[in-house]
């Protein structure tokens, strides 16, 4: 007991990690409190926050700050459009086609299914066969459910959607563009002993902003593969397939793995066992072992390499507080956590000292 108390003593005694407990305290409080009511103020914080790299690239090379918020604002919403009225009407019309196509799939993986015990008695049998089919239509109940739900939430949601479109743009070139004076409006609030605070920050920001752009550019590059792969052999659907695969390197290992489902089922679907499934599948397979051993390497070298069982656990813990923006942030906010146990031992070897 006496070695808890001792250890109390030492740690809060330090103004400046009282200091960093209450702004860790306080930001977490913010975002569970007011997370849903400031989700587009914070949803713009995380935008500007990634183009603000952008904006100090331009800046280094001799461009006005104002000029250089100016043309990285500009292509944000030249980006936003071609993805609002480019990609997503593709990515609704395929979404579309193939939900009218699952009955037939249904269909089609029912007599597969039904087939097993006849092929394989000593290992399948017809109940577990019939079994697995009620689950899949229950499956199935539960999505028709949950498609008619979303279908009648549909006009708030266009109602919600229509006001991100309006406030967030405004939202993040106010950020952008008075990004020095809201900085100092904050910290003129906060006490003028923050070494620690800083020196985390410092260390958090680097961090994730190479992990964000790294990262971007890995959903690009693992997208642009895998459209250019499933267009090649014919694969329907290649747009949607290919943007989940992009899509599914934001979750290290278990996205990968999840997104591996779909692709195989629609091969299958559209070839059976056929060659052209087995190409498409080592094809598919090559572009995941391309990504986990040679372009992750590359692109995150400065990144702090957490431990796969700490990303593991941090999807897990953040996704089930937080769900799929939990997902989403759980390496940044790894990260995070990664930057205050490394500095706090190193201000407790400091304190001792002195």
Known sequence: MRLITDWF???LSD??????????????????????????VLASLVIAYLLEGLVAMAQRNKVPRILSV???????????????????????????????????????????????PERYPEIVS????????????????NFGQAVLSFSLQSVTGVITILIYLILMPLLVFFFLKDKEVL????????????????????DVDRQIANYVRGKFWEILIIWAAAFVTFTYFGLQYAMLLGV??????????????????????????QWGWGSEFIWLAVSYLVIQALDG???????????????????IVAILFFGGIWGLWGVFFAIPLATLVNAVLSAWPGRLREQTAD
């Not at 860790?24 to 400031?38: E, R, T």
């Not at 992009?246 to 091969?267: D, R």
């Not at 051993?293 to 990303?311: C, D, G, K, T």
Request: overall charge negative; cysteine-free; proline content about 6%.
């Open 9 to 11: 003593k030492r740690t």
């Open 15 to 40: 103004p400046q990690v009282v200091l960093l407990i209450l702004l860790l305290a306080v930001g977490l409080g913010v975002v569970v409190a007011l997370g849903d009511i400031l989700m587009p």
């Open 70 to 116: 100016g043309i990285v604002f500009i292509s944000f919403l030249v980006f936003v459009t071609l993805v609002i009225f480019g990609l997503i009407p593709l990515l609704s019309r395929q979404v579309t086609d193939l939900v009218g196509q699952l009955p037939a799939m249904i269909a089609q993986g029912q007599t597969a299914l039904l087939a097993l």
């Open 126 to 141: 017809l109940e577990q066969v019939q079994a697995v089919m009620t689950a899949i239509r229950e499956e199935l109940a």
């Open 183 to 202: 900085i100092g409006w904050v910290t003129q609030y906060l006490p003028s002993d923050r070494l620690l605070a800083l020196s985390v920050w410092h």
């Open 244 to 269: 989940l695969v992009g899509l599914s390197v934001i979750v290290p290992y278990v996205g990968a793995t999840v997104v591996t489902i779909p692709v195989l089922m629609v091969a299958w679907f």
């Open 293 to 311: 051993n040679v372009l992750v390497p590359l692109l995150f070298s400065e990144v702090v390499n957490l431990h796969p069982v700490a990303i």
